[in-house]
């Protein structure tokens, strides 16, 4: 695993001191010779981490930090794997639930009594939830608090394979207090990936761009278009008609020239106060409306 470095974490954390080394020697991946790696790595016992913990809190003792951090990253793995069937690389899963760990650790309060992961499961699932969020798609994505209610629970198999395969679909949805559609389409939106343009289609030949509808209108369109903004601005002249020179003036220059005019500087060329201007707009715009309709 490469290092794991992040400005705005606290100074002992921001260091090479607390990477695990890559290696890449035969057949296994990276991924497997870091989990070789970490298995040689010893997890620690309640009373050698409260003992590290205090180190850490009233001394800033980093190599306490650093022992810290070594010793749960087994549980960050173990909290990384759990997201595996959103398609992302596991490596970089657990570097982002590492990241919500080091916050923890600068955190943590000892003397509340529980376990450092006690409180740490909690950043490190925030931190590769908002990974996860960012990475799905090349398209920000707004999410509400329902949207990251369902994406929260789609780490268990049973709410993926409701949102996948559509069995079930209701009762998970009932957990939410929504409707099985409803369901359906916020999970999707997290379980569709990306697809480039260059990838063939689906009968093996040529590029998805040719499938892609032109972003202009198709000549009949353009036709019934035009002629629909033709006919919108002869009903609009027609509508002007029926106002009086100076309300027709006061509604061209503030509704329909390229630069609107202020109140002021038609009250000042018409010779009347902005609040008689106003009424004048206001009046004018009802009988538009009017005739309009």
């Given at each position: 695993m490469t290092s794991v470095k992040d400005k705005n974490l606290p100074a002992p954390f921001n260091s090479q001191s607390t990477?695990?080394?890559?290696?890449?020697?035969?057949e296994l991946s990276p991924l497997d010779m870091w989990y070789r790696e970490l298995r040689q790595i010893p997890k620690l016992e309640r009373e050698e981490e409260a003992?590290?913990?205090?180190?850490?809190?009233?001394?800033?003792d980093l190599q306490a930090a650093q022992?810290?951090?070594?010793?749960?990253?087994h549980a960050v793995a173990a909290?990384?794997?759990e997201y595996r069937h959103f398609g992302l690389p596991e490596m970089d899963l657990i570097q982002e639930g590492t990241l919500g760990l080091m916050k923890a650790i600068h955190r943590f309060d000892p003397s509340r009594g529980f376990r450092l992961m006690t409180y740490a499961s909690w950043w490190v699932r925030a931190a590769i939830h908002d990974y996860i969020l960012k990475s799905w798609s090349i398209v920000k994505m707004g999410t509400n608090k329902m949207q990251r209610r369902v994406f929260a629970?789609?780490?268990?198999?049973?709410?993926?394979?409701?949102?996948?395969?559509?069995?079930?679909?209701?009762?998970?949805?009932?957990?939410?207090?929504?409707?099985?559609q409803e369901f359906q389409n916020i999970?999707?939106?997290?379980?569709?990936?990306?697809?480039?343009?260059?990838?063939?289609?689906?009968?093996?030949?040529?590029?998805?761009?040719m499938a892609l509808p032109s972003p202009g209108l198709q000549p009949e369109e353009q036709v019934t278009q035009d002629n629909w903004a033709q006919h919108q601005h002869e009903l609009l002249n027609q509508a002007l008609?029926?106002?009086?020179?100076?309300?027709?003036?006061?509604?061209r220059r503030r509704h329909l020239a390229e630069e609107p005019e202020t109140l002021k500087d038609l009250a000042e060329e018409l010779g009347i106060s902005i609040?008689?201007?106003?009424?004048?707009?206001?009046?004018?715009?009802?009988?538009?409306k009017a005739s309009l309709t």
């Open positions: 990477a695990l080394k890559s290696y890449y020697r035969g003992e590290l913990t205090k180190k850490w809190v009233e001394e800033k022992r810290l951090l070594m010793g749960n990253l909290i990384a794997r629970g789609l780490k268990k198999a049973k709410h993926a394979i409701a949102a996948i395969e559509g069995r079930l679909d209701e009762e998970i949805a009932g957990e939410y207090g929504i409707s099985g999970a999707s939106s997290f379980l569709q990936r990306d697809m480039s343009l260059d990838s063939e289609s689906e009968e093996g030949s040529g590029n998805m761009l008609a029926t106002l009086s020179e100076r309300d027709r003036l006061i509604i609040e008689r201007v106003r009424q004048l707009e206001t009046r004018a715009m009802k009988k538009l």
